[in-house]
């Protein structure tokens, strides 16, 4: 069995009928640059990306709403938890746990080496 998922890709030019509310910071992983391809259609940004499945490593650790060891916890993921990295910026990657969150940053050395 395979931990892959796999998401439907936009066809054709994205429409958004008017404003949508912006929602609050470690919900959806949606940011200003990237937003998560199931979440295309229905927010607007500038790149939509597929995530890659990973693992939280052999400990405990805190999801950060910035990358930052100071920023506010978003909330405590357990050892083996699945989640998706939507980018990876110096120590931190920026993951979500599904396409409607929550989302957030862990530093890269907490993951579980990727599955080759």
Do not use: F, K
Request: a negative charge; aromatic letters at 4%; glycine letters at 10%.
């Amino acid at each position: 069995m395979s931990d892959v998922t796999t998401y439907e890709v936009p066809d054709g030019p994205l429409n958004l009928a008017g404003p949508v509310a912006r929602p609050a910071p470690g919900t959806l992983p949606l940011r200003g640059d990237l937003a998560h391809i199931a979440l295309a259609g229905r927010h607007l940004a500038a790149h939509y990306v597929i995530p890659t499945q990973r693992h939280i490593g052999d400990a405990a650790v805190e999801m950060h709403l910035a990358g930052r060891d100071d920023s506010d916890v978003v909330r405590e993921l357990a050892t083996g938890t699945a989640l998706e990295v939507l980018d990876i910026a110096g120590e931190w990657a920026w993951v979500c746990l599904a396409p409607e969150g929550p989302s957030g940053y862990v530093r890269i050395a907490q993951l579980a080496p990727a599955d080759t």
